[in-house]
């Protein structure tokens, strides 16, 4: 925002990525110090002015809950100190998958996390591959949704896999299978799957021809990896020459690391919207930083400049 000067600040769910991001902008992180107390609750301050500035904070809101309650608490110490704009960085939003009331007596999640981000005092929110996209509806304020495959896109390139065929590992992540599918000019294959219970998945139908060919599964996130290794499982049954898997989020919970281990998948790709602790690192991973994106859309959002421009893949 021309005229205010650009102040970026980190919670404490990303370090890595917020570094990487300041870094490829030129620009330090800011001085801001978060402490919790004994019973756990948890202390934010500002140990610089930033009375009149454009203010970036950089958090994802992955589970534990204390990622969002860090976010909220930075935003409303950010408008308690006259901070002129306050634009939350969430690469990763989490609660995303509670997008809709699909049984009774349940929450709609995501919409309580954007409104808690704007009763706070975010003016704007930028992130990344969301789960759904209609959550942008969720919000009242501008928001900024990048897409990873502008990062993953020149890896795929450079791998120059031949005979290639993308797989959507389930029905909801049929959109972003078949961008990637249209932009590398390959063929689509879809698993239709049944999920009996949470983070439980069953395979029904593979629509599509896998026999003899590279398998690409291709899905937003991985959590416990019940779908991704099923969907490769599968796609080994339905005869194809090699799997490799690319989602962008690495939630890796619970047997994620396990399953991928001792699944078919060759090669698990994803970026670093999330921090990935050392127990849950392996052979088979690979990290691509979307550090430079995150950092030039902050830098365009701050001129008044289009980011559109960054999708052009």
Same mark, same amino acid.
Do not use: C
């Given at each position: 925002?021309?005229?205010?000067?650009?102040?970026?600040?980190?919670? +404490?769910?990303?370090?890595?990525?917020?570094?990487?991001?300041?870094?490829?902008?030129?620009?330090?992180?800011?001085?801001?110090?978060?402490?919790?107390?004994?019973?756990?609750?948890?202390?934010?301050?500002?140990?610089?002015?930033? +009375?009149?500035?454009?203010?970036?904070?950089?958090?994802?809101?992955?589970?534990?809950? $204390?990622?969002?309650?860090?976010?909220?608490?930075?935003?409303?110490? #950010?408008? +308690?100190?006259?901070?002129?704009?306050?634009? #939350?960085?969430?690469?990763?939003?989490?609660?995303?998958?509670?997008?809709?009331?699909?049984?009774?007596?349940?929450?709609?999640?995501?919409?309580?996390?954007?409104?808690?981000?704007? $009763?706070?005092?975010?003016?704007?929110?930028?992130?990344?591959?969301?789960?759904?996209?209609?959550?942008?509806?969720?919000?009242?304020?501008?928001?900024?949704?990048? /897409?990873?495959?502008? #990062?993953?896109?020149? /890896?795929?390139?450079?791998?120059?896999?031949?005979?290639?065929?993308?797989?959507?590992?389930?029905?909801?992540?049929?959109?972003?299978?078949?961008?990637?599918?249209?932009?590398?000019?390959?063929?689509?294959?879809?698993?239709?799957?049944?999920?009996?219970?949470?983070?439980?998945?069953?395979?029904?139908?593979?629509?599509?021809?896998?026999?003899?060919?590279? *398998?690409?599964?291709?899905?937003?996130?991985?959590?416990?990896?019940?779908?991704?290794?099923?969907?490769?499982?599968?796609?080994? @049954?339905?005869?194809?020459?090699?799997?490799?898997?690319?989602?962008?989020?690495? *939630?890796?919970?619970?047997?994620?690391?396990?399953?991928?281990?001792?699944?078919?998948?060759?090669?698990?790709?994803?970026?670093?919207?999330?921090?990935?602790?050392?127990?849950?690192?392996?052979?088979?991973?690979?990290?691509?930083?979307?550090?430079?994106?995150?950092? @030039?859309?902050?830098? +365009?959002?701050?001129?008044?400049?289009?980011?559109?421009?960054?999708?052009?893949?």
């Amino acid at each position: 925002m021309r005229g205010h000067p650009l102040k970026l600040f980190a919670g +404490r769910s990303n370090p890595e990525l917020a570094n990487e991001i300041a870094e490829s902008m030129g620009e330090p992180l800011g001085d801001l110090r978060i402490v919790n107390f004994s019973d756990g609750e948890l202390w934010v301050k500002y140990e610089e002015n930033i +009375r009149g500035t454009d203010v970036f904070l950089i958090q994802s809101t992955n589970p534990p809950a $204390e990622n969002i309650m860090e976010l909220l608490l930075m935003i409303d110490a #950010a408008r +308690r100190a006259s901070a002129h704009r306050i634009t #939350a960085v969430i690469p990763y939003y989490g609660y995303a998958r509670q997008d809709r009331k699909d049984q009774p007596r349940v929450p709609i999640s995501a919409r309580l996390m954007a409104t808690l981000i704007t $009763e706070a005092g975010a003016d704007r929110v930028l992130t990344m591959d969301l789960h759904s996209t209609q959550i942008q509806g969720f919000f009242d304020i501008p928001f900024d949704h990048l /897409y990873s495959k502008i #990062a993953l896109l020149n /890896y795929i390139r450079e791998e120059h896999m031949d005979n290639l065929v993308i797989l959507a590992p389930d029905i909801g992540s049929i959109p972003m299978a078949r961008s990637y599918a249209k932009l590398l000019g390959t063929s689509l294959a879809i698993i239709d799957k049944r999920r009996p219970e949470p983070n439980q998945s069953e395979v029904m139908n593979v629509i599509g021809h896998l026999d003899g060919k590279n *398998v690409l599964l291709i899905d937003d996130l991985v959590d416990t990896a019940g779908t991704m290794t099923t969907a490769a499982v599968t796609a080994r @049954e339905k005869g194809a020459k090699s799997v490799q898997a690319m989602a962008t989020h690495p *939630v890796l919970s619970g047997p994620a690391v396990k399953r991928i281990k001792q699944s078919p998948i060759e090669r698990l790709t994803v970026t670093n919207t999330l921090h990935i602790p050392e127990e849950k690192k392996m052979d088979k991973l690979k990290v691509i930083s979307v550090g430079e994106l995150f950092g @030039e859309s902050i830098k +365009r959002i701050h001129e008044e400049e289009s980011i559109s421009v960054l999708f052009n893949v």
